[in-house]
């Protein structure tokens, strides 16, 4: 009997050495040989690995870039592993958590639960905290500064709000994980601007909630809102801007034809790993007599703070005004509606603010294009102030006097 326990001790750990050894092993083989399928994940530092050479100051970046996991985030079997684990919590365990940077609500729904900055989207929309007074007050005096500096060139001056996927669907949440204020923070900030400035801010949920009683107007695997939530968005935005450009004629939707094209899964199925897993058809509204608004290339001076080059629309009609847009990404969606209201308009992609920076507001570029409107498009998670820590910041770090 003991000879057997024996064998069976012996067994289990040649064969726990091999199994380990053989992991060791496989993201080595893989590279050389390349068996595995090769699943994508979303990275947040895709920066080469830093040259070496014989200035000292090449050896500390090119150490720091180690340190820093340069070698954790590029070792074969790394996509199939996450794939496999983002697979096991959302399908199987359904053990995805606020604390992810991706949560699995209800029917494989996904939420963006961290934003990349340390910040816990679905925890802060969650509690019945009250934002932080001083953080309120220093973005509402900001916007109405910029309101003020436009205002004295004689450039209308407008907010737009675009809110989180989980606040229009949070029945999509887990049960736990939902809301419980009767006031969101992101009603709670744009009644503050209302009460203390005179901006003229808008926010598009009322419009995206009634919409969703008959079109599903977020994706399920994407943290961006589909064609039908940024038409409704549209629709109220036009309600603004022709009360002072009655030349706008807005557009309605019988005015186009709505199509679902088999395309590339979501953002947040991509971040997971689960971009093979998750796949949902993609919404594109066609005008029936076609977009009046052509793109055209920008060659002025760009900024650090540009995520990317902006771009140009034009229709050609003078009676139309001329408009710069600051935005984030959920303007995508909206910029084929938006584009036909304008005679000329210039986008350009911020980089979100940070609690020791302000969002950029380019003074400069806006005193180059002279303008009749600029419109500031914040999606709700990148404006909301934190409820943990607050700003850091002394003086605007705006580009406005």
Same mark, same amino acid.
């Not at 500390?60 to 199939?80: A, E, I, K, T, V």
């Not at 971040?271 to 993609?282: C, I, Q, S, T, Y």
């Not at 990404?329 to 909206?334: A, H, M, T």
């Not at 209201?341 to 350009?348: H, K, Q, T």
């Given at each position: 009997?003991?000879?057997?326990?024996?064998?069976?001790?012996?067994?289990?750990?040649?064969?726990?050495?091999?199994?380990?050894?053989?992991?060791?092993?496989?993201?080595?083989?893989?590279?050389?040989?390349?068996?595995?399928?090769?699943?994508?994940?979303?990275? !947040?530092?895709?920066?080469?690995?830093?040259?070496?050479?014989? &200035?000292?100051?090449?050896?500390?970046?090119?150490?720091?870039?180690?340190?820093?996991?340069?070698? &954790?985030?590029?070792?074969?079997?790394?996509?199939?592993?996450?794939?496999?684990?983002?697979?096991?919590?959302?399908?199987?365990?359904?053990?995805? !958590?606020?604390?992810?940077?991706?949560?699995?609500?209800?029917?494989?729904?996904?939420?963006?639960?961290?934003? *990349?900055?340390?910040?816990?989207?679905?925890?802060?929309?969650?509690?019945?905290?009250?934002?932080?007074?001083?953080?309120?007050?220093?973005?509402?005096?900001?916007?109405?500064?910029?309101?003020?500096?436009?205002? =004295?060139? *004689?450039? $209308?001056?407008?907010?737009?709000?675009?809110?989180?996927?989980?606040?229009?669907?949070?029945?999509?949440?887990?049960?736990?994980?939902?809301?419980?204020?009767?006031?969101?923070?992101?009603?709670?900030?744009?009644?503050?601007?209302? =009460?203390?400035?005179?901006? &003229?801010?808008?926010?598009?949920?009322?419009?995206?909630?009634?919409?969703?009683?008959?079109?599903?107007?977020?994706?399920?695997?994407?943290?961006?809102?589909?064609?039908?939530?940024?038409?409704?968005?549209?629709?109220?935005?036009? %309600?603004?801007?022709? $009360?002072?450009?009655?030349?706008?004629?807005?557009?309605?939707?019988?005015?186009?034809?709505?199509?679902?094209?088999?395309?590339?899964? *979501?953002?947040?199925?991509?971040?997971?790993?689960?971009?093979?897993?998750?796949?949902?058809?993609?919404?594109?509204?066609?005008?029936?007599?076609?977009?009046? =608004?052509?793109?055209?290339? @920008?060659?002025?001076?760009?900024?650090? /703070?540009?995520?990317?080059?902006?771009?140009?629309? @034009?229709?050609?009609?003078?009676?139309?005004? $001329?408009?710069?847009?600051? /935005?984030?990404?959920?303007?995508?969606?909206?910029?084929?509606?938006? =584009?036909?209201?304008?005679?000329?308009?210039?986008?350009?992609?911020?980089?979100?603010?940070?609690?020791?920076?302000?969002?950029?507001?380019? %003074? %400069?570029?806006?005193?180059?294009?002279?303008?009749?409107?600029?419109?500031?498009?914040? !999606?709700?998670? @990148?404006?909301?102030?934190?409820?943990?820590?607050?700003?850091?910041?002394?003086?605007? !770090?705006?580009?406005?006097?």
């Amino acid at each position: 009997m003991e000879s057997r326990l024996t064998f069976l001790r012996r067994t289990t750990s040649c064969l726990a050495s091999i199994l380990f050894l053989t992991m060791l092993v496989l993201p080595t083989l893989d590279k050389a040989l390349e068996f595995a399928p090769k699943d994508t994940v979303a990275e !947040t530092e895709t920066a080469p690995l830093p040259s070496l050479t014989i &200035d000292p100051a090449s050896w500390g970046r090119w150490f720091n870039s180690l340190r820093r996991g340069y070698l &954790d985030r590029r070792y074969n079997l790394r996509g199939l592993l996450i794939s496999w684990n983002s697979f096991l919590d959302t399908f199987v365990l359904a053990s995805t !958590t606020p604390s992810s940077k991706v949560m699995a609500g209800k029917d494989h729904w996904l939420f963006l639960a961290q934003d *990349g900055s340390n910040r816990n989207v679905i925890e802060d929309a969650r509690s019945m905290d009250d934002l932080p007074r001083a953080s309120v007050n220093l973005l509402a005096e900001e916007l109405e500064r910029r309101r003020q500096w436009l205002h =004295a060139r *004689g450039i $209308r001056y407008l907010v737009v709000i675009a809110p989180n996927k989980n606040a229009v669907y949070p029945e999509m949440l887990p049960d736990a994980l939902r809301p419980k204020r009767p006031e969101s923070h992101r009603e709670q900030f744009v009644n503050a601007v209302r =009460a203390r400035t005179k901006v &003229d801010i808008i926010d598009v949920t009322p419009g995206l909630l009634e919409d969703k009683k008959s079109n599903p107007v977020f994706y399920v695997t994407d943290s961006h809102w589909n064609a039908h939530g940024a038409f409704a968005a549209y629709r109220q935005i036009m %309600a603004h801007l022709v $009360r002072d450009f009655p030349a706008i004629q807005p557009m309605d939707r019988e005015q186009f034809i709505v199509e679902q094209y088999s395309w590339l899964p *979501g953002d947040l199925a991509f971040m997971m790993g689960l971009a093979n897993f998750l796949k949902e058809d993609r919404v594109q509204y066609l005008r029936k007599d076609w977009f009046k =608004a052509r793109g055209r290339s @920008y060659d002025g001076p760009t900024d650090p /703070h540009y995520f990317e080059v902006p771009q140009y629309s @034009y229709v050609g009609d003078p009676k139309l005004p $001329r408009a710069v847009v600051f /935005h984030d990404s959920f303007w995508w969606e909206l910029l084929p509606f938006i =584009a036909e209201s304008f005679d000329e308009a210039l986008y350009v992609w911020l980089k979100p603010q940070t609690e020791a920076e302000l969002r950029f507001f380019d %003074a %400069a570029l806006i005193e180059r294009e002279k303008p009749d409107i600029v419109i500031e498009e914040y !999606t709700e998670r @990148y404006i909301i102030p934190s409820l943990r820590g607050s700003f850091k910041i002394k003086n605007s !770090t705006s580009a406005a006097p």
